[in-house]
C-alpha cells in the first residue's frame, strides 16, 4: 500500500541550529513528494516539491529537501532554525494518475530560545 | 498570487442546523478539495473536483454534501452533523491532472454543539 511515513512525532530543536525531518515513502514507483508547514489553527503552506530531476530542491524560508531513491526518503532540512518555525511539518505524496495527496502523520516542531 | 480563501473563519452549529462553508480561487486551478483535519492529525481527503465534476468521495456521510458551481468556487453544506465532525475544514486547488501541488486555504474551525 501507498505510505508516507514521518517517523518523529516532535523534534525540538535550539534557535540558530540545524534541523533535519525524516519522510520515507513506500510507492510501487517514484511519488510526486511534497513538504507543507502548518502553524496553529492555520492552513497548510507548501514549502517545497519534487517530481523528478534534481535530487536536492530549495523551497522557501531557507528550506530544503533530498530525494534518496536507494533510501526511500525525502527528508526536510534548514542550516538555522528561526523561532518562526516552530510549526507542524507534514510530509505528502502521490502517484503519477491519482489525485489523492497521501500525508504522513506530522512532525511537531519546536524551537527553544 | 497562490491564495485559496474560505468563509467563514470559525462555525458553531447546533445537530439540527443547516450551514454551509465556502472555498473560492483566482488562479485558475481546475481541481478543488475538501479535506477535513483533526486535532495533531494530517489531513483527510474528503471529496476532489476535477473539471467541476465530483471525481472522488471518500465514502463521506451524507450529511455532507459538496457542490461546486464554477471553476472558482466550492462549497460544503453540512446538515444534521454530529459533535465528532467537529473539526478545522480545509479547502485546497491545483491545476487539473496530477503532477501538480495543491494550494491549501487558512480553513474553517467547525465546532458542533
Known amino acids: 500500500a501507498q505510505s508516507v511515513t514521518q517517523p518523529d512525532i516532535h523534534i525540538t530543536v535550539s534557535e540558530g541550529a540545524s534541523l533535519e525531518l525524516r519522510c520515507n515513502y513506500s510507492y510501487g514507483a517514484t511519488p510526486y513528494l511534497f513538504w507543507y508547514v502548518q502553524s496553529p489553527g492555520q492552513g497548510l503552506q507548501l514549502l517545497l516539491k519534487y517530481f523528478s530531476g534534481d535530487t536536492l530542491v530549495q523551497g522557501i524560508k531557507g528550506f530544503e529537501a533530498e530525494f534518496k531513491r536507494s533510501q526511500s526518503s525525502f527528508n526536510l532540512r534548514k542550516p538555522s532554525v528561526h523561532w518562526s518555525d516552530a510549526a507542524e511539518y507534514f510530509c505528502a505524496g502521490r502517484i503519477q494518475g491519482a489525485q489523492k495527496l497521501v500525508f504522513g502523520q506530522g512532525t511537531r516542531l519546536t524551537i527553544n530560545p | 498570487d497562490t491564495e485559496v480563501t474560505q468563509t467563514p473563519k470559525h462555525l458553531v452549529m447546533g445537530m439540527t442546523n443547516k450551514k454551509s462553508l465556502k472555498c473560492e480561487q483566482h488562479?485558475?486551478?481546475?481541481?478543488m478539495y475538501w479535506y477535513k483535519q483533526k486535532a495533531k492529525k494530517p489531513p483527510e481527503l474528503m471529496f476532489v473536483y476535477s473539471y467541476e465534476k465530483l471525481s472522488i468521495n471518500e465514502s463521506v456521510p451524507s450529511r455532507f454534501s459538496p457542490e461546486c458551481p464554477n471553476s472558482s468556487l466550492l462549497n460544503l453544506h453540512l446538515h444534521a452533523l454530529q459533535p465528532e465532525d467537529s473539526a478545522l475544514y480545509l479547502c485546497?486547488?491545483?491545476?487539473?491532472?496530477?503532477?501538480?501541488?495543491?494550494?491549501f486555504g487558512p480553513g474553517t474551525r467547525l465546532t458542533v454543539t
Open positions: 488562479m485558475g486551478h481546475r481541481a
Open positions: 485546497a486547488s491545483s491545476q487539473a491532472g496530477t503532477s501538480y501541488e495543491q494550494y
